[in-house]
């Protein structure tokens, strides 16, 4: 196994992590409270940072942008389905 292989999954551990925080603050007992947001927000800004290098494998990262839309959507829909039911509760986000 080369040094690359290991680079990716160690990368796609921390995008596992992360992701985790993500659904982890958007569970009912964490809506509301100003860290998971802020959490969530950083971590966001984490993934838009976090880009791939021209030397990068690209299967690797058409894999990690797939991973990283899904929840990008998963956040968009828990939101707009709580905007539905609380419009006033749902924070903005940028």
Same mark, same amino acid.
């Given at each position: 196994?080369?040094?690359?292989?290991?680079?990716?999954?160690?990368?796609?551990?921390?995008?596992?992590?992360?992701?985790?925080?993500?659904?982890?603050?958007?569970? !009912?007992?964490?809506?509301?409270?100003?860290? @998971?947001?802020?959490?969530?927000?950083?971590?966001?800004?984490?993934?838009?940072?976090?880009?791939?290098?021209? @030397?990068?494998?690209? @299967?690797?990262?058409?894999?990690?942008?797939?991973?990283?839309?899904?929840?990008?959507?998963?956040?968009?829909?828990?939101?707009?389905?709580?905007?539905?039911?609380? !419009?006033? @509760?749902? !924070?903005?986000? !940028?």
């Amino acid at each position: 196994m080369s040094f690359c292989c290991f680079v990716q999954a160690a990368q796609q551990v921390m995008e596992l992590q992360e992701a985790a925080q993500i659904h982890q603050g958007l569970q !009912p007992a964490n809506i509301g409270r100003n860290t @998971s947001l802020h959490d969530m927000r950083a971590i966001v800004k984490t993934w838009r940072n976090r880009l791939p290098m021209i @030397s990068d494998d690209q @299967s690797h990262w058409s894999d990690v942008f797939t991973w990283r839309q899904h929840h990008y959507q998963f956040i968009v829909n828990h939101y707009d389905s709580h905007a539905q039911h609380d !419009p006033v @509760s749902v !924070p903005h986000l !940028p």
